[in-house]
């Protein structure tokens, strides 16, 4: 399983950006779908995740301004961050857990992976 994440860039403080992520290979499904980030000297941590009902979990700093949803049909995860701050500045992994194929086509072993990364610099 294979992820690919776009979006990230320098915005001004108060602006917005949209980051995308899509996983591809095979799988059999996906459970949770979520961006974590890591500022220079600092510990990864969760941004947002959504599970496959469709039911977010933000951080306390997100504190409404980003809004994480998913497409199953297109195994696309999208995190729309709103009002940046020059603390958001960090790379931010999108992170996905789900299931293999097992025997006939059944849920096989799990599996959870990571996406390159992509740089939101927010400037003041």
């Known amino acids: 399983v294979q992820l690919q994440a776009s979006g990230g860039g320098l915005v001004q403080a108060g602006g917005s950006l949209t980051l995308s992520c899509a996983a591809s290979?095979?799988?059999?499904?996906?459970?949770?779908m979520g961006w974590y980030r890591q500022a220079p000297g600092k510990e990864r941590e969760m941004v947002a995740r959504?599970?496959?009902?469709?039911?977010?979990n933000y951080a306390a700093f997100v504190q409404d301004r980003f809004t994480i949803s998913r497409d199953d049909a297109k195994n696309t995860v999208d995190l729309h961050m709103n009002n940046l701050k020059p603390e958001d500045t960090a790379a931010y992994y999108c992170?996905?857990?789900?299931?293999?194929?097992?025997?006939?086509?059944?849920?096989?072993?799990?599996?959870?992976?990571w996406g390159q990364g992509t740089q939101v610099t927010v400037s003041s």
């Open positions: 992170n996905v857990d789900g299931f293999l194929v097992g025997k006939g086509w059944s849920p096989g072993r799990s599996f959870s992976t």
């Open positions: 290979g095979s799988f059999h499904s996906i459970s949770y």
């Open positions: 959504i599970n496959r009902p469709g039911d977010p």
